[in-house]
C-alpha cells in the first residue's frame, strides 16, 4: 500500500489544519492508521491512532482535545483534523499503516515498529 499525506502548510497559532493521508495499491479496510510527527531535532512521535473500523481511536496526550483522526474507508482516506495548533506542533507528520483487521485483537497499534507501510511526510509550520 502506498500513503500519500497532503495538507501541511503553514498556519498562526490557533488555527487549524487538517490533514489527509491517501492511500493507493489497496483498500485500507482492515489496515489500522497512525499519525507521527517529527519535530527539528526531535525524535518521531505517536500523534494519533485509529482502528481499521474507526471505532477506536486514542491519541498523545499533547493532542487530546484539539486533534481529531477519522477516516472514510469508501475513500481510501484518513484524516487528521488539528485545531488550535500551537507553535510546538510544528513537525513533519506522518501516517502509517499496518494490515490489523480488529478480528486480530483488540489493542490499537501505538508504535513505529508496528507499522510496515509509511507515507513521505507533509510539513505543519505553526508561527506566533
Known amino acids: 500500500v502506498q500513503l500519500v499525506e497532503s495538507g501541511g502548510g503553514s498556519v498562526q497559532a490557533g488555527g487549524s489544519l487538517r490533514l489527509s493521508c491517501a492511500a493507493s495499491g489497496s483498500t485500507l479496510d482492515y489496515y489500522a492508521i497512525g499519525w507521527f510527527r517529527q519535530a527539528p531535532g526531535k525524535e518521531r512521535e505517536g500523534v494519533s491512532f485509529?482502528?481499521?473500523?474507526?471505532?477506536?481511536?486514542d491519541y498523545a496526550d499533547s493532542v487530546k482535545g484539539r486533534f481529531t483522526v477519522s477516516r472514510d474507508n469508501a475513500k481510501n482516506t484518513v484524516y487528521l483534523q488539528m485545531n488550535s495548533l500551537k507553535n510546538e506542533d510544528t513537525a513533519v507528520y506522518y501516517c502509517a499503516a499496518e494490515h490489523y483487521p480488529e478480528t486480530m485483537g483488540a489493542a490499537l497499534l501505538t508504535e513505529e515498529y508496528e507499522y510496515g507501510y509509511w507515507g513521505q511526510g507533509t510539513l505543519v509550520t505553526v508561527s506566533s
Open positions: 485509529i482502528s481499521s473500523s474507526g471505532g477506536r481511536t
